[in-house]
């Protein structure tokens, strides 16, 4: 299976100046995306792997792959210069392949050459400015499952845990 998974703003909004504009302020949903990669393959851009603070780079437990034209020196992450590589890798890996980002790569991911069979989003109940964005889901995806949550003292922001699934025509 390969699911994107991506954490959004309701303005579409995953990124500003190179950093997450929520970050440290939902710690909830840094668990559900623990929960959910954990000993799968997780694919991102070079930009958004090195976009994670050192101390937890290679993400533990999974097998890291980076899209990059250069190899990335760290121990525990295999450098792809192609989407199509990275994901064959992951699955040849018997592993379940994750689309961690960044924005090109979600553009990229979901423009319709790829074989993705779900999105894994949480949706911030937040409006903010932002360089980076995530795609627009179209009319062949629909929303199968939403958990919402209220804000609460660890976690800043009201959020909904929501999957997509591709509509099979």
């Keep these: 299976m390969v699911s994107v998974i991506v954490a959004t703003a309701k303005n579409n ?3 500003n100046k ?3 504009p929520w970050r440290g ?3 909830a949903d840094m668990k559900y995306f623990a929960e959910k990669t954990t000993g799968q393959a997780v694919i991102m851009g070079r930009t958004t792997y090195l ?3 050192a101390k937890y780079r290679p993400l533990p437990n999974r097998l890291n792959l980076v899209l990059s034209s250069a190899s990335i020196p760290d121990e525990g992450v295999i450098t792809f210069q192609s989407l ?3 994901i064959d890798y992951g699955i040849n890996q018997d592993k379940e392949v994750f689309i961690a980002g960044g924005g090109s790569v979600y553009k990229e991911a979901l423009n319709g050459q790829y074989q993705i069979d779900r999105v894994l989003r949480t949706l911030i109940d937040l409006e903010t400015e932002g360089d980076t964005f995530f795609p627009t889901l179209d009319h062949t995806w629909q929303m199968a499952k939403e958990e919402c949550h209220a804000k609460d003292d660890r976690n800043k922001y009201d959020y909904c845990f929501q999957t997509y699934e591709r509509v099979r025509l």
Aim: without cysteine.
């Design 51 to 53: 976009s994670i603070p």
């Design 84 to 86: 199509q590589a990275a």
């Design 13 to 15: 909004v995953i990124g």
């Design 25 to 27: 302020t939902l710690p």
């Design 18 to 20: 190179g950093d997450i």
